[in-house]
DNA sequence: TTGAAAGCGCTAACAG
DNA sequence: CTGTTAGCGCTTTCAA
C-alpha cells in the first residue's frame, strides 16, 4: 500500500504541494474550488499526515510523556485515565512509562522521553530520588515537567497535589467527632513526604482537640499491603486494649487491620472505628464498608494534563512559564467502618 | 538551550555530519580515531538523537500503540504493566488509547495511531465492535496488528488469548469435583465471546458429569458490578432453596455475592461455594477470599508485545506475517469460597 | 576512510 | 490565489 503524501495528491490535482497543505491547513488564501478538490482527494484517498515529518518541521511531537510509579494501582490507573481523557481533547496522545519507585528508572525514561521529543512530560517522583539534576535538565532542554502526587519543592515546576496533611487532619478529626478518644495510626515509610503529612495532619488533629500525642500509638508500616495491616492490628490491640480508632495512611492496609479485627472480634466500628486514605475501589466491598479520604486520581490527572498543555503553549509564544501549584480537593468518604456523626452540628 | 545535532557536532570536529552519523552508528568504514573523537563529543555534549528525523527517515517510530478497553481495571493495567516490560528491552515506547468498550473510539484511536506512524498496534477489540473493516486497513497499511484477550476469528492476525471455554470448564468442574451438584451460572452481557465462552464452558462440565443443565439457573448480569452480583444472590437463593454453587464470570459480581449470602447468613463455602473469575487483587481481601480462575494479564501483555515484535520484524524483512495463536494458560485458584477438593484424586 | 548530495514528508517565507 | 525554494535532522548511496 503506497502511502498516500501531499506530493502525490499535488500531483494527481496537478498543481503544488505547497498549494496542497495549505488547503488542507484552511489557510485563507486559497481558492475555494481548489480546496474543495483538494480535501476531496484527501478524503477519497484516505490521506494521513506524515506527523513525523510534521513533528520534525514544527518541533512539536503532539505527545507527552506520563511517568506514574506503579501502574497496577487503583489509584494510579485513574491518574491514567484522567490525563488521556484531557489529552485526547487537546490532539495529544501519551506515552506511558512505569518508575517502580526507582530512581534509575525515573532518570533512564525521562532520557527516553527526550529522545522522543515529547512536548512535554508529567512526572510522580519516586520513592527513591533524592536528587533532582535530571529533571532540571529536562527542564532546561525546553521540555516543559509538571509534578504530580509526589513532587519536590525544590523543583521550580507546575504541580498538582493534594494536602495531604489537611486530609490527614480532617480524617483524624472525624474520627474524633464520631467519638474516638485513643487513635492509632498507622504510618507508612519514613521518607516519601506524603506519608510524612499524613502524620502531621495526625499529629495536629490530635493537638487541636487536646488530646495527647502518644508515640505508642504510631505503628510503622514496611510495605503498602494488606498483609501489613493485618499484622499491625493484633499489636495494636496488644498493646492498647482500649484503643478507639485506627487511622491508617492507605486503604489496603486499613482492609488488612478490619479483617483482623473481624478475626479477633473486635467489632467495627462500635469498638474501634477505622479509617483508611484514598478510596480505593475496595473500600466499598469490604465488610464493613471502609470509611476514607477521597483523593481524586482522575481529577488530578486532567488538571495535571491540563497545567501541562497551558505550560506548553506559554513555552511555545516563547514567554517565560510562571509555575503554578494547584492543590485538588479531597474529602471524606464516611461508610461503615466509621460512627455517625452527632446530629449537633457545631 | 540550543539542541546539539549532527551537524554541530560534524562542525565543532571539522567533519562531515555523514562521518559522524557513522562513527555514531559504529559503521565499520570508520577510523578508531575518529569514532573516538566523535564518541566522546558526542557524550560530552549530551548529544541525543532526534527521533523525529530518524523516524522520518527509517521510516520507523520504535512507538507502539495499545488499545485497551478499561484502564482501570485490574486485569488490564496488569496488562498494560506487562506490554511496557517487553516493550522496554526492545526499545519500544507505549501509547496508550482506551476505547472505553465503543467502537467508535477504537476506530479512532486507531486512525491516531496510524497517524503517530506506530510500528504496531496491540489491539483487544470493543464489545460494540462489530465490523473490523477500521482494523483490516490498518493491516493493510503495513501495519501490524496483535489482538489480546477480545478477540475476533474473523480477522487474519496474531493473538493472544486464554482459553475462556477451558477455564469455565475447569472451574465448573472444580465445583462439582468439591461436591455441588447445582450450580448457578452468573453470565455477563450476551454479546462478548468471553462470556459466551464462559458459559459453553460451564455447560460442558455439567454435561460431562451428568449434570442435567436447568436454564433457570443461569442468571444474566448487565453490568460488571459489585452491585449486579449482590442483587442476583438473592434472586438465585429465591428461585433455588437448595443451590449449592455459584459460578460467577468474573470476580467482582462474585464478590458482591458473597456480600449478599454473608448478610442473608448464607453459609460459604458449606451452604453454598463461589468461584469467580480472572484472580483480581480483591479477591484475596473478601471475608471469605474467593477461589477464582487466574487469568495472568501481565504474562499476556508481555506476550503480546513479544508476538507483535516478531510481526513487525518479519514485515520489515519484506516477509509475509504468518499470524500466530498464542493461549496463555490459566489455572484455578483455591480458596475459601469453596470447599475443599476431597483427598483421594482420580 | 571520508564527504557531497539527495531525500524522507511537510511547511513557511516569499515571489509571482 | 499559487508555486518556488529552502530546510527541519538524519541516513545512505556513491564518488572521491
Redesign the interface.
Known amino acids: 500500500?503506497p502511502?498516500v503524501t501531499l506530493k502525490k495528491l499535488a500531483k494527481i490535482l496537478g498543481i503544488s504541494p505547497a498549494t496542497v497543505s495549505k488547503a488542507l491547513k484552511n489557510y485563507p488564501d486559497i481558492n475555494e474550488n481548489t480546496k474543495k478538490r483538494v480535501l476531496e482527494l484527501a478524503k477519497s484517498l484516505?490521506y494521513?499526515?506524515?506527523?513525523?515529518?510534521q513533528?520534525?518541521r514544527n518541533n512539536e511531537?503532539?505527545?507527552i510523556g506520563l511517568v506514574i510509579p506503579e501502574?497496577?494501582?487503583?489509584f494510579f490507573?485513574?491518574i491514567?485515565?484522567g490525563v488521556?481523557?484531557a489529552a485526547e481533547k487537546k490532539g495529544y496522545?501519551?506515552?506511558?512509562?512505569?518508575s517502580n519507585e526507582s530512581y534509575e528508572q525515573e532518570k533512564s525514561h525521562l532520557?527516553?522521553l527526550?529522545?522522543?521529543?515529547v512536548d512535554g512530560i508529567l512526572l510522580s517522583l519516586s520513592d527513591t530520588t533524592t536528587e533532582y539534576k535530571h529533571i532540571k535538565q529536562v527542564i532546561?532542554?525546553?521540555i516543559p515537567i509538571v509534578m504530580y502526587d509526589k513532587i519536590s519543592k525544590l523543583i521550580s515546576a507546575s504541580k498538582v497535589i493534594i494536602d495531604d496533611q489537611k486530609a490527614a487532619f480532617n480524617a483524624t478529626q472525624y474520627l474524633i467527632d464520631t467519638g474516638c478518644r485513643k487513635i492509632a495510626h498507622i504510618r507508612g515509610d519514613l521518607k516519601p513526604q506524603t506519608t510524612i503529612d499524613r502524620f502531621i495532619g495526625y499529629k495536629k488533629a490530635l493537638a487541636k482537640n487536646n488530646i495527647e500525642f502518644d508515640a505508642s500509638l504510631v505503628y510503622n508500616c514496611k510495605g503498602l499491603t494488606?498483609n501489613e495491616g493485618y499484622k499491625i492490628a493484633k499489636k495494636i490491640i496488644n498493646d492498647h486494649k482500649d484503643v478507639d480508632g485506627v487511622f491508617a495512611f492507605t486503604d489496603l492496609v486499613a482492609?488488612?487491620v478490619l479483617?483482623r479485627f473481624?478475626e479477633l472480634d473486635i467489632h467495627v466500628p462500635n469498638q474501634v472505628s477505622v479509617m483508611g486514605f484514598s478510596d480505593w475501589?475496595?473500600t466499598?466491598?469490604?465488610?464493613p464498608t471502609l470509611s476514607t479520604v477521597h483523593q481524586p486520581g482522575y481529577e488530578m490527572g486532567q488538571e495535571a494534563f491540563e497545567v501541562l498543555y497551558r505550560d506548553i503553549c506559554t513555552l511555545k509564544k516563547g514567554l517565560k512559564i510562571i509555575p503554578e501549584i494547584i492543590e485538588i480537593p479531597t474529602y471524606i468518604v464516611p461508610r461503615n467502618s466509621t460512627k455517625k456523626l452527632p446530629k449537633i452540628s457545631k
Open positions: 500500500m502511502k484516505n494521513q499526515p506524515n506527523s513525523l515529518a513533528g520534525l511531537s503532539k505527545i501502574i497496577v494501582h487503583h490507573s485513574n491514567i485515565s488521556i481523557k496522545l501519551i506515552i506511558i512509562l512505569q532520557k527516553k527526550m529522545d522522543k521529543n532546561d532542554r525546553g494488606f482492609t488488612g479483617k473481624r475501589f475496595l466499598k466491598i469490604t465488610t
